[in-house]
């Protein structure tokens, strides 16, 4: 299954500054999914080039983690996922603390992963490909 695990570009506070905070929840995420057999990318789109950023239908599931300020970008970012055919799945600090939130957005989301979520996001993919 290749998965692709994204990081929503900053546009608050740490981009004026030109904070870029590297997305190690998604690295531990990508290393639990290689440790089972999984194909995996972690595009940054927050250090990304137009160029660098894969198109969505090249994956089975597309995972994206997010903040609450982030959250808006995310669901932009899943709403184009969706649109490529891919399963979306949602985690991180919004998701855990408001797990409604991304199915009320209007976007379809297909599952929501709360705190940590390195066997979880395993045991979905695996139920997923079953």
């Known amino acids: 299954m290749k998965v692709l695990l994204v990081n929503p570009p900053y546009h608050g506070w740490f981009s004026l500054f030109g904070v870029?905070?590297?997305p190690l929840g998604l690295g531990y995420l990508a290393s639990s999914l290689r440790e089972r057999g999984g194909e995996v990318s972690i595009p940054d789109l927050g250090v990304a080039r137009p160029g660098e950023i894969p198109h969505f239908g090249d994956f089975d599931v597309v995972?994206?983690?997010?903040?609450?300020?982030?959250?808006k970008t995310a669901m932009e970012i899943a709403a184009r996922a969706k649109a490529s055919g891919a399963r979306v799945v949602m985690g991180g600090p919004h998701p855990t603390v408001v797990d409604g939130a991304p199915f009320e957005a209007g976007v379809d989301v297909d599952f929501v992963v709360r705190g940590e979520g390195e066997e979880t996001l395993v045991e979905l993919l695996e139920a997923l490909d079953a």
Do not use: E, M, Y
């Not at 995972?63 to 609450?68: S, V």
């Open 63 to 71: 995972g994206i983690g997010t903040d609450t300020t982030r959250f």
């Open 20 to 22: 870029k905070i590297p």
